[in-house]
T-cell receptor, first 115, second 112 residues
């Protein structure tokens, strides 16, 4: 069953705590993305990675960190520096290369709340 | 600056009617556009895409229209069904490599 798996579905963070959101894909896609979605709003790009061992900041990277040690995995850490982490987090992937099409495929999301 | 926005935040339609969801974009250099559907609590799902060298593309019950003169994109859904109720996002390919810019979304509510 191919696709993008995000876990956990729900996550709670205590003040001052770092938490890590998992994103795994078995689509053999080169590029992976993390977005944040706030209620009633669109998607904002946090970080993206075009290839293993390389990643770039998106529009709202402050307070977040990522790694891309394996092609299949792109975990996102929400650090204590992120003062307003409550949101719905979406991971996406896309085949690599400079494609004319940029269809990103999304996971089911992780909802993060602050205790 | 680059931005993608929507004219209507909420659209209510009767079951069986046609729906039209609109989107305005500001970057005239954008060359590729996508429509996504997002159901409550789920990730966005690809619906249809269009390149800037086209002005119309049809899928199953959906049509995307692109008007580059006024930088406007629309999604038409024929014979709208209750299962079409969701938030619809348009996205444009930005100048950056393999990056998309998403609009704020339009909620489509289908009433029996």
């Amino acid at each position: 069953d191919g696709g993008i798996t995000q876990s956990p579905k729900y996550l709670f963070r205590k003040e001052g705590q770092n938490v890590t959101l998992s994103c795994e894909q078995n689509l053999n896609h080169d590029a992976m993305y993390w977005y944040r979605q706030d209620p009633g709003q669109g998607l904002r790009l946090i970080y993206y990675s075009q290839i293993v061992n390389d990643f770039q900041k998106g529009d709202i990277a402050e307070g977040y960190s990522v790694s891309r040690e394996k092609k299949e995995s792109f975990p996102l850490t929400v650090t204590s520096a992120q003062k307003n982490p409550t949101a719905f987090y979406l991971c996406a992937s896309m085949p690599g290369g400079n494609l004319a099409k940029n269809i990103q495929y999304f996971g089911a999301g992780t909802r993060l709340s602050v205790l | 600056g680059e931005s993608v926005g929507l004219h209507l935040p909420t659209l209510s339609v009767q079951e069986g009617d046609n729906s039209i969801i609109n989107c305005a974009y500001s970057n005239s250099a954008s060359d590729y556009f996508i429509w996504y559907k997002q159901e409550s609590g789920k990730g966005p799902q690809f619906i249809i895409d269009i390149r800037s060298n086209m002005d119309k593309r049809q899928g199953q019950r959906v049509t995307v229209l692109l008007n580059k003169t006024v930088k406007h994109l629309s999604l038409q859904i024929a014979a709208t069904q209750p299962g079409d109720s969701a938030v619809y996002f348009c996205a444009e390919k930005s100048g950056g490599y393999n990056k998309l810019i998403f609009g704020a979304g339009t909620r489509l509510a289908v009433h029996p």
